[in-house]
């Protein structure tokens, strides 16, 4: 993996561009337009202020900009230079903004979920939806952008209502059997709206985009809810996980669970393959002899050698269920279960920390990612075809923050820690292997990871700085060639 210089950033706000080619990033009251690729500085833009949002349009070609404090909303052009926008929201105040999939509008949204103000880019004028319920969720485009559904709280009830995005005229507005909504989603083929309870209770309910009520599912009655919910990119099936550390992979057919998984504290199975991160400087841990030899070391498993790279031993150990041996010595086997650590919830706070809040689908919708809260530093891979395939376990030293997987190669994760290196797990029907590669800059610590549409770049995001990696293949020829004259960055 090759990486670029270190440039600065404010408040993790880089973007790339849905064509793949660009990459915004906010520097203050500035926003620096790179060349994904090269990084190649091509626009610079003064804003007002300091920036707290940034977007790009889905065609790529408008950038907007926000600063909520002073509820100004500039929209930049990067085909035509001389072309700019301004919008100020007033007394109405903003707290969000969001494009429209023309491209050529803006979702603009007030303070205390007052109004969305939906502004036109061509015509200069305005249309108001009233009272949306949230402004940070609750709302969702049709996968083709023609439509738009918002949840709505009016007379204290919850409804959902459905506006066609060309003129933003109301085509229907339903109520829904919940007592206190807590978010929506619309499937990707876009026949269904997903509708779910707080945390309070346990209640999904599917509906048609007209009102029609599909199914509704409801796992138990007592205790927390749903925690967090997905659609696979074929709608084929709703992940749902929740507080009771389980998720349910709901089908489109019957909308009952067809497959669950569960979060175990002790790994038994001969068959899972496990991903250990090993600490190789700590005092307790003896020096491990195969991450200082020049040649290529290899790790026996039930007699078959398996050959992995020194930098990624440097961080990460391959273990396997049938051969959990933390010695540094590959031929000792220690055919026990692995425990994993898990933390106790501190029953006299809210909001436990139990259950998955992060449930990530790669683009095929064959695997599915998962971090249960009660076990942080532990990745599970489920692997959904062939029906009855074992898990694929990744257990880190740290908290794991971000997962994200790559847009085009299908089993190829990424993950951040907060540390100072990024892992990348691939899986395949040949078999997974995972490397941890550390960053090579001082003080850089690995704050949440970004794929490039293309998938052939990652963004690494640390507080106040970023740089890109380019993953290699295996001839070791860089997927996105990096210029060898780096252009001068924000520093």
């Not at 952008?145 to 709505?152: D, K, N, P, S, V």
């Not at 026949?191 to 309910?205: G, M, N, P, T």
């Not at 599915?368 to 891979?381: C, E, G, H, M, V």
Request: some cysteine; overall charge negative.
């Amino acid at each position: 993996m090759e990486f670029s210089e270190l440039y600065k950033q404010s408040g993790s706000l880089c973007r790339f561009s849905p064509s793949g080619l660009l990459l915004a990033t906010a520097v203050a009251y500035r926003v620096v337009i790179r060349d994904a690729e090269t990084l190649q500085i091509l626009h610079l833009f003064q804003c007002t202020d300091s920036v707290n949002h940034v977007e790009w349009s889905p065609d790529s070609s408008l950038l907007c900009c926000a600063n909520f404090k002073l509820g100004v909303i500039q929209v930049w052009s990067v085909v035509k230079e001389d072309w700019t926008g301004k919008i100020e929201e007033g007394v109405s105040g903003c707290v969000g903004v969001k494009w429209g999939a023309d491209s050529r509008s803006l979702l603009s949204f007030s303070d205390f979920q007052l109004r969305i103000t939906i502004w036109s880019l061509v015509t200069k004028e305005a249309c108001y939806i009233q009272y949306p319920k949230y402004s940070d969720k609750g709302y969702c485009f049709r996968a083709d952008g023609r439509y738009f559904a918002l949840a709505e709280r009016n007379d204290c009830k919850d409804f959902v209502s459905v506006y066609d995005v060309e003129d933003w005229s109301l085509l229907k507005r339903f109520p829904t059997d919940t007592t206190d909504l807590a978010d929506i989603a619309w499937s990707p083929d876009g026949r269904y709206i997903a509708v779910w309870e707080s945390i309070l209770d346990y209640k999904i309910l599917v509906y048609h985009p007209d009102g029609r009520l599909v199914a509704s599912y409801s796992a138990y009655d007592a205790g927390l809810g749903i925690k967090s919910v997905t659609w696979s990119p074929s709608s084929q099936f709703l992940a749902v996980g929740s507080y009771d550390q389980k998720i349910r992979l709901l089908n489109h057919y019957t909308w009952r669970p067809i497959m669950e998984y569960s979060f175990p504290k002790e790994i038994s199975d001969p068959k899972t393959t496990i991903f250990c991160e090993q600490d190789t400087t700590a005092d307790n841990i003896p020096s491990a002899p195969w991450s200082q030899q020049p040649s290529q070391p290899r790790i026996g498993c039930m007699g078959n050698p398996i050959p992995i790279s020194i930098s990624t031993l440097s961080l990460m150990t391959l273990l396997l269920t049938t051969t959990l041996s933390l010695s540094p010595n590959p031929d000792t086997f220690t055919p026990a279960p692995l425990t994993l650590p898990a933390l106790r919830p501190d029953p006299d706070k809210p909001n436990p920390r139990l259950g998955p809040s992060l449930l990530v689908f790669n683009s095929t919708g064959r695997y599915l990612a998962s971090r249960n809260d009660a076990q942080p530093t532990i990745l599970w891979i489920h692997v959904l075809h062939p029906v009855g395939t074992p898990d694929v376990v990744v257990k880190q030293l740290a908290a794991i923050r971000t997962v994200t997987w790559n847009p085009v190669a299908e089993g190829q994760v990424a993950v951040a820690c907060g540390n100072g290196a990024v892992y990348i797990v691939q899986i395949g029907e040949d078999g997974s292997r995972a490397e941890a590669v550390e960053v090579p800059a001082v003080n850089f610590q690995v704050q949440s990871v970004k794929w490039n549409p293309d998938g052939k770049s990652l963004l690494l995001l640390d507080k106040d700085k970023f740089c890109m990696a380019f993953p290699v293949d295996d001839d070791g020829d860089p997927t996105g060639d990096e210029d060898d004259g780096q252009t001068q960055g924000v520093r």
